[in-house]
């Protein structure tokens, strides 16, 4: 029955799709060689913020406004040769592949200057490279849960942002939450049932004896929050923007606390990027941190950065954690920034955030649990307005230390039919 009812839901939300728009195109983007999937590739419009992303599974599905049906799109995927897809090929169905980009030894120039000082200057640019001017954007954002890759959760929202001018005004970025859903089918976490179970029925126990009834999801619900509270919400990619909040590895007054050396060139959307690999001397903000950074040739623009982060745990908890049978192993984060030319100036345009961590519980006389949770965090920008823009009203922003559910102002007649979504993964339970 639930088949047949899930069903009859798809196909009502395909309907409606096909009614409210005049094309939508899909398809998967892989390796050419390997005909492996490539995550999070970007495909939208040249030189315009209306686009999406490829899921996990490399597969995406994108709304094309009516000024743009007869528009190419465009693919890119760093360390890819970019595609573009004629209108005349637009389909629901398409299979893109693309080629790995090289850049023969003989291009490869001996640089004059340190890595260090190409940060520098490319830091120096951020007025001349990134937009000065205020404008408002609309951007689709994701969140999920997983535990030993069963799905624990999905929260989707649509937000309208203003973004002022980061030279002169102090105005923080002011966010609207336009949109917001979140699935229902979920697992309960694995991790540790049995001892939540046994905890429930002794409450469900107390609770009778005053004539009182206690939720059997109680404790699942307890866990799975504690999971959300400290790695969920939206704050982590809406405040990911190197002109607002300039990382560590960007700062000269802190360059010493990192090594950085240059990687192979890259071609990438036509450009001819610098890559400089970072990586932190020791452990820095209870992380062991590497990553790259991509600046582009010929402005000096940072348009990509890659974070990942080893997490460590503080050597005081250990004994603690130990002393009660709990271990974590596997914990790491990433984050991706990219940036989007528009008419010669550059955007943010997605930001990905990730993280991973195993916990282990230690029994004497059974056998051990362990679980590896994982949660994502996607934030994609889909249309940008310089025209008149406006700051979102004081009672309609965004907080992200209040509840999500509660801050949902939608205005009349926009749907989720309407908004670039990135497209759910095959998820197992």
Do not use: C
């Not at 120096?124 to 689709?140: R, V």
């Not at 535990?147 to 002011?174: A, P, R």
Request: charged content about 25%.
């Amino acid at each position: 029955m639930k088949k047949l009812l899930s069903f009859w839901t798809i196909l009502l939300l395909n309907i409606s799709l096909l009614q409210s728009q005049s094309l939508i195109i899909s398809g998967r983007v892989v390796d050419k060689a390997t005909k492996e999937a490539l995550p999070y590739a970007t495909v939208g419009f040249p030189n315009n913020a209306v686009g999406t992303i490829t899921n996990g599974d490399g597969d995406f599905e994108l709304p094309i406004p009516e000024e743009l049906k007869n528009s190419s799109i465009r693919i890119s995927y760093l360390g890819y040769e970019s595609a573009a897809v004629d209108p005349s090929k637009f389909n629901t169905n398409m299979f893109i592949a693309l080629t790995p980009s090289t850049i023969q030894l003989a291009d490869i120039v001996i640089k004059p200057l340190e890595p260090e000082d190409y940060i520098k200057r490319a830091v120096k640019k951020f007025p001349i490279n990134y937009t000065t001017e205020p404008f408002n954007s609309t951007a689709y954002y994701r969140e999920k849960f997983t535990e030993n890759g069963n799905f624990l959760g999905m929260t989707e929202g649509y937000f309208k942002s203003y973004t002022s001018n980061y030279q002169q005004d102090t105005v923080d970025n002011q966010y609207q939450l336009l949109l917001l859903r979140k699935a229902s089918d979920v697992s309960e976490i694995a991790f540790m049932q049995e001892n939540r179970d046994r905890k429930a029925e002794k409450e469900a126990k107390k609770a009778a004896k005053r004539g009182k009834v206690v939720s059997d999801s109680v404790e699942n619900d307890m866990d799975a929050g504690m999971i959300v509270t400290n790695f969920g919400g939206p704050d982590q990619v809406l405040d990911a923007d190197v002109l607002r909040d300039l990382d560590d590895f960007l700062d000269s007054t802190l360059f010493k606390k990192y090594r950085y050396q240059f990687e192979n060139d890259m071609e990438y959307d036509g450009l001819t990027l610098l890559v400089i690999s970072f990586k932190s001397k020791g452990t820095y903000d209870h992380l062991k941190q590497k990553g790259k950074i991509y600046i582009d040739q010929s402005s000096d623009a940072i348009i990509a950065i890659d974070f990942d982060g080893d997490i460590v745990m503080p050597l005081v908890l250990k004994p603690i954690l130990f002393a009660f049978g709990f271990s974590f192993n596997d914990m790491y984060l990433t984050k991706k920034l990219r940036y989007k030319q528009i008419n010669d100036k550059w955007y943010p345009n997605t930001v990905q955030w990730d993280f991973q961590i195993g916990i282990k519980k230690s029994y004497l006389f059974k056998s051990n649990e362990k679980s590896l949770f994982a949660g994502e965090q996607i934030y994609n920008i889909d249309n940008i307005n310089h025209n008149k823009p406006e700051e979102i009203p004081a009672d309609l922003r965004f907080d992200g230390d209040e509840e999500i559910e509660t801050q949902v102002h939608t205005p009349e007649g926009l749907k989720w039919s309407s908004v670039n979504a990135l497209k759910i993964e095959a998820i197992s339970n």
